[in-house]
């Protein structure tokens, strides 16, 4: 085995670390981008994937039909290696079939037509209130404060709050949801597949309980949320299977605040690095839907996609990748690529708005886009605001990266006050 530049190459084939869990894994991906734009690559659990280093070819296997999301072309791929379960790295696409995640079209245009309307620019819009009241109230907790985890007190309540009020999860139950997701995304932990059952066996009994209403003959209006929503639509037209709407309602809850979390920690993070910035969106608070999306572009908090299957033998970017190859664009360095960003390691919020990859592209664009932007915007504009001096309460090296599939710190300690 070889070493290139710290990364260990074993023939064709290029052992990787797990980027999320690293403090700048940026000059990985520069390195990997330089050896082409399709690298063979071996992750730290040891699965065989073809990642994609380069913003165009991104883009071109993104939007390719080839590359599959299907339950039935990742089951090949994961027995042409050897694995198997959500402990070989699937916690979110290979936790159930019948997921947005893990269908093509047809069957995944269907899916998606049914949760459109919940998660519309105009139905996010209506929330806009509610957020900030409950970023507010979170924001009132921490006055007098001389420190806090903004984590733990700030960025995690408001992404598990509002995505379980949009589902219509009882308040009683959210304290178990971090602990489970947590281990249920994090790949080769010990509890990882019992707390995937914990999360499921919940659902299930929701969905349950939810649809004993909707046969009630309960008010639509009594039920609001997308839970009751979907429930409806399968009783109208049997437009969702019982497998689907438990693995829809995980998909949901599941990437709808893991990602959020991980935004609004990274932003914070990113504006305590680089208190110019700090300091110009305090002075010009109309850049913050930029500086979000700058967030997004410089370190979001999804750095890979989810992996996607070769349907069968496809030459791009120079290399022919067999069918039945798992194959994973790594957004973040993508999103890094000189080609498509001017000086592309550089944070700044003034950056003249370009797409970036971290919501993905194609057919399986981000469904929760526009929520993670309300949030991300309402939570970064107003702590900046209350707490103008925030700052790292240790050294970048000691803060702790959660190790799950999302790229986002495990705690950020911050002072307040000068």
Not at 275 to 282: C, S
Not at 300 to 326: C, K, N, Q, W, Y
Request: one cysteine or more.
């Amino acid at each position: 085995m070889n070493q290139v530049n710290g990364l260990h190459v074993d023939g064709e084939l290029i052992d990787v670390p797990n980027f999320e869990a690293m403090l700048n894994p940026h000059p990985l991906y520069a390195e990997l981008a330089a050896m082409g734009p399709v690298v063979r690559l071996r992750t730290h659990l040891g699965v065989e994937v073809y990642g994609i280093t380069q913003w165009d070819t991104a883009i071109a296997v993104l939007r390719d039909a080839r590359f599959s999301k299907s339950s039935i072309n990742m089951q090949e791929a994961l027995k042409k290696s050897g694995l198997s379960g959500p402990g070989s790295g699937f916690p979110i696409s290979g936790a159930k079939s019948g997921n947005l995640l893990n269908t093509d079209p047809p069957d995944h245009t269907r899916l998606r037509n049914l949760v459109n309307m919940a998660f519309s620019p105009r139905r996010i819009e209506l929330l806009r209130l509610r957020v900030e009241a409950l970023v507010d109230d979170l924001l009132s907790r921490l006055v007098g404060r001389e420190d806090a985890d903004m984590i733990g007190e700030f960025a995690y309540p408001i992404g598990i709050t509002m995505i379980c009020e949009l589902l219509g999860v009882p308040d009683d139950s959210r304290s178990n949801f971090r602990d489970w997701a947590t281990k249920a995304m994090s790949p080769g932990h010990a509890d990882q597949q019992q707390s995937l059952n914990l999360l499921m066996q919940y659902l299930a009994d929701l969905i349950a309980a939810k649809r004993k209403l909707v046969d009630d003959g309960a008010a639509p209006d009594a039920q609001p949320d997308v839970l009751s929503a979907m429930i409806a639509a399968r009783l109208t037209n049997d437009a969702l299977t019982e497998d689907e709407l438990v693995s829809m309602s995980y998909l949901m809850l599941i990437a709808g605040h893991e990602t959020t979390v991980g935004l609004i920690g990274n932003a914070l993070l990113q504006f305590m690095q680089h208190p110019e910035q700090m300091t110009r969106l305090a002075g010009q608070p109309d850049l913050i839907k930029q500086a979000i999306e700058e967030v997004l572009r410089y370190d979001g908090p999804v750095h890979r996609t989810t992996m996607r299957a070769t349907a069968e033998d496809v030459d791009i970017g120079g290399l022919t990748i067999p069918r039945g190859s798992f194959v994973q664009v790594l957004i973040a360095g993508c999103n890094r690529d000189a080609v498509r960003f001017p000086d592309p390691d550089r944070f700044d919020i003034s950056r003249k708005p370009s797409q970036n990859l971290a919501f993905g592209y194609g057919a399986h664009f981000c469904l929760g886009l526009h929520l993670a932007r309300l949030e991300a915007q309402t939570g970064i504009t107003r702590a900046l605001k209350a707490h103008p001096e925030m700052r790292l309460a240790c050294s970048p090296e000691d803060i702790p990266w959660a190790r799950t599939v999302i790229r986002a710190p495990a705690r950020l300690p911050v002072r307040f006050g000068r």
